[in-house]
């Protein structure tokens, strides 16, 4: 996993107009806590944060005042209807450290022929990993798998140093067979004639 580094400046206005302010200038308000620290609220660049996140887990450099400060995201949140950047939260972390992240479950394969459907139970797998070797993501095989095959978590292969945060037989992926639609009853019931 590669570091993004961006620079940030240390914040001191605070409310929701200083906030207005700082994202009309295509910046991003943040905060960064952990390890038992005072949380340090953060001006981040915000075209640039927005292309760091789109790795999952992406490991963020900061130099905050001259010091480098390593960090996860843990809390993003998104303008509803623009999608652009609100707020975020970032979790410090050092190296060699181990934190708890979910990644991402893609699969690859075709399931066996006939009228079958994959269920994600989980989107993503709670796994446990060094900080600054956060897998992006895990692949598995659906190949051939019909109706009431599923996949475990620990059916899944995961990348060296990393170990399951999760139940180990919690159901990821599940084979379902898919129900035809039942024709509609007629609706105009058949009466008996008088005599």
């Given at each position: ?31 960064l806590y952990g390890h038992g620290g005072t949380p340090v609220h953060v ?153």
């Open positions: 996993m590669s570091e993004v580094k961006l620079a940030a400046e240390v914040r001191s206005d605070f409310g929701k107009g200083a906030s207005r302010r700082v994202r009309r200038d295509n910046k991003v308000p943040g905060v001006i981040l660049p915000g075209h640039e944060l927005l292309l760091a996140l789109r790795t999952p887990n992406v490991l963020i450099a900061l130099d905050v005042e001259g010091r480098t400060e390593l960090a996860i995201p843990k809390a993003v949140q998104r303008d509803a209807i623009r999608g652009s950047l609100v707020h975020v939260d970032l979790l410090v972390v050092k190296r060699g450290e181990k934190v708890t992240v979910e990644i991402p479950v893609h699969t690859e394969g075709e399931l066996a022929p006939g009228s079958f459907l994959l269920e994600h139970v989980l989107n993503t797998l709670p796994v446990e990993a060094e900080a600054t070797h956060i897998p992006e993501a895990v692949t598995v095989s659906i190949a051939g798998l019909e109706a009431g095959a599923s996949i475990l978590a620990k059916d899944i292969p995961l990348p060296a140093g990393s170990t399951l945060a999760i139940d180990e037989d919690a159901v990821v992926l599940q084979v379902l067979a898919a129900q035809a639609e039942e024709p509609a009853a007629d609706s105009e019931g058949t009466e008996g004639s008088e005599a």
